[in-house]
């Protein structure tokens, strides 16, 4: 069985450094998904309300009967639910579907800045944290300042900001800014949501490592001290997507795909996103 190697937060708790992402798949595939990925070796699972596959999740954990400190679970609070009880009912009702006495993790998911509520929002993650119902704190597509506001109200650090990353959005500013506040970057969608799987760099550092462009894309994250949650619903893929363990990329390979950084990003601007609704 394959296995990942885990990361220190500043929790006190430590997080798999690849884990299996599931946004996008239905609440009926969810179980199989991630029974499969359980069996593969993941033990790091990302959901999140909005999925609508919590249910799904949280079965595939019970039937597993694998022993609950050696899963890692994140979930994520929706930007409806933001604000303090509405945060706590959220959660309470989160850990009701994934079957689960706490989280390890829990993201705000966006920021939404102009509906003013994320400070508000974390500090009832903190206030559930002091209560044992999450691990680690964290939040999900946060800039410098969201991350300054909560720093200017003395809240504590979140142990993780889960970002849009891959290697055609590096995120090089928000990194160094992680890295100087001891905030682990995650990546969501790393593998870009497949758009560099025919990329000629990838492709040829593929052939010459005899792996996957995936599996080369992967090997980046983590050589480049990331947490990264790859999704697949095929059985094959989310083998192959674990399998980034036993090769190493050289310096200069590791420079070729820095190199392709061309600042694009495929979801949402956090400051934008998603836009005020119009009532
Ligand atoms: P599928 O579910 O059919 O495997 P990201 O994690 O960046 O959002 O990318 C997810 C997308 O990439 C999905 O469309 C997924 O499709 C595809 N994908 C995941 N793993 C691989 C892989 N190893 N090779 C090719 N495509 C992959």
Known sequence: ??????????????????????????????????????????????????????????????????????????????????????????????????????????????????????????????????????????????????????FAKNLPTPAVNQIELHPLFQQRPMRAFHRQHGIITESWSPLAQGQLLQDQTLTRLAHKYAKTVAQIVLRWHMQSGLVAIPKSSNPARIHQNLNVFDFALDAEDMQKIEGLDANHRIGGDPAVYPPPKIT
Not at 2 to 31: C, H, K
Not at 51 to 64: C, D, I, P, T, W
Request: hydrophobic fraction near 40%; charge should be negative; include cysteine.
């Open 1 to 150: 069985m394959l296995t990942s190697p885990t990361i220190q937060l500043n929790s006190g708790y430590s997080m798999p450094q690849l884990g299996f992402g599931v946004w996008r798949i239905p609440d009926e595939q969810a179980t199989e998904c991630v029974e499969i990925a359980l069996q593969a070796g993941y033990r790091h699972i990302d959901t999140a309300m909005i999925y609508k596959n919590e249910a799904g999740v949280g079965r595939a954990l019970r039937q597993s009967g694998l022993a609950r400190d050696s899963l890692f679970i994140t979930t994520k609070v929706w930007n409806d639910d933001q604000g303090f009880d509405k945060t706590l009912k959220a959660l309470e009702q989160s850990l009701e579907k994934l079957q689960l006495d706490y989280v390890d993790l829990y993201l705000i998911h966006w920021p939404v800045p102009h509906a003013k509520l994320f400070v508000e929002t974390y500090e009832a993650l903190v206030s559930a944290q002091k209560a044992g119902k999450i691990r680690s704190l964290g939040v999900s597509n946060f800039h410098q300042e969201h991350l300054q506001a909560l």
